[in-house]
């Protein structure tokens, strides 16, 4: 049985409209976009948080972020967009499966709220 939202996701016992997936990876919609792109890179190993990760998930890090450049390829998104990953319940990490955030297709401010 599958205990993260993201496992579900990645197993199709819930719904996600999936954009891209490979064998360590999958990109989805976010369900609630905070810009007109909304993207989510989902490892499909578990790791809850980024500071969970270990030097043996070296592989799965690194290749999160290229799918993040690969995607934005895909779409067409000029080379403009943001990632961003929230670590912890206090920096609004809702969902304890890691995932990195493609916020795109608006303008974005700084420093983040
Ligand atoms: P975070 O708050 O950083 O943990 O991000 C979790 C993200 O997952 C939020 O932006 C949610 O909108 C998104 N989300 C929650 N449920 C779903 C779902 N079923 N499909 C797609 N995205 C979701």
């Keep these: ?11 199709r016992e819930i ?8 064998e360590l990876s999958i990109v989805i919609k976010d369900i609630q976009p905070q ?14 948080k980024l500071s969970d990760g270990l030097e043996e998930d070296k592989e799965t890090l690194g290749h999160m972020m290229l799918v993040a450049g690969k ?5 067409n998104l000029d080379d403009t967009f943001r990632i ?10 809702s969902v304890f499966h890691l995932h990195l955030h493609l916020l795109s297709g608006r303008s974005l401010n700084w420093p983040p709220g």
């Design 1 to 11: 049985m599958s205990s993260t939202l993201f496992e579900k996701i990645i197993n």
């Design 35 to 48: 810009a007109p792109t909304h993207l989510l890179i989902i490892p499909k190993k578990v790791i809850p």
């Design 84 to 93: 961003v990953i929230n670590n912890g319940a206090k920096a609004g990490q």
């Design 71 to 75: 995607v934005a390829d895909l779409l």
């Design 15 to 22: 719904p996600a409209d999936i954009i891209y997936e490979d």
